[in-house]
């Protein structure tokens, strides 16, 4: 006869080490707010950064839309210039002498077309300038939406783990919430 009650040991340390059912469903609680509330910030900024580039393409396409003109107005000096030259042409073939206008008009065409063309260029700048500084703000916004998708992610494993009660399943989702959270953080300092 035995001397006294088998315990299965294997089974009561396990129980030992185990934190009670409830520190891990306060745990994973925790965790999955801290990523709910880094998730609503990562995905406030994502959307302001795409506002942000449309703003910015929306102004390098006005750009673009008043460099066409003052090329058209270029060409429109130019054509004005050949007109005179024509006319003062003309006025030589028939052998007569142009009037002193004609010359005098035609050089301040040509003049004219020189700021007109510096303008042109100026505004071609500004909007290569404003197109360039909304691509950047896109590649952030993918960013920025990436490491939200990733939190995202977390947050519903972090659900399926308080469901589930399974540690495993909480870790990964702590892994990715890190990926994301990591994501979040390189975009924001880049």
Do not use: C
Request: hydrophobic content about 45%; charged content about 25%; glycine content about 8%.
């Amino acid at each position: 006869m035995p001397e006294g009650p088998e315990i299965e040991t294997d089974r009561l340390q396990e129980t030992i080490q185990e934190p009670p059912p409830g520190a891990l469903l306060r745990n994973i609680a925790l965790t999955t707010a801290m990523l709910a509330a880094l998730g609503a910030v990562a995905a406030l900024r994502a959307g302001g950064t795409v506002n942000e580039a449309l703003v910015l393409k929306t102004e390098a396409g006005r750009l673009q839309s008043e460099a066409s003109d003052q090329w058209a107005y270029y060409q429109a000096k130019g054509i004005k210039a050949n007109v005179e030259e024509a006319s003062r042409a003309a006025w030589i073939a028939a052998g007569k002498t142009p009037p002193p206008g004609l010359e005098e008009t035609a050089r301040r065409y040509a003049t004219e077309q020189k700021d007109i063309e510096k303008a042109a260029q100026e505004k071609e700048r500004e909007r290569d300038e404003k197109s360039n500084e909304a691509d950047r703000l896109l590649e952030h916004h993918h960013r920025f939406a990436d490491s939200v998708a990733f939190i995202q992610v977390a947050i519903a494993l972090g659900a399926v783990s308080a469901l589930t009660r399974q540690r495993p399943v909480w870790v990964a989702s702590g892994l990715l919430g890190l990926i994301g959270a990591g994501l979040f953080v390189f975009t924001l300092l880049r």
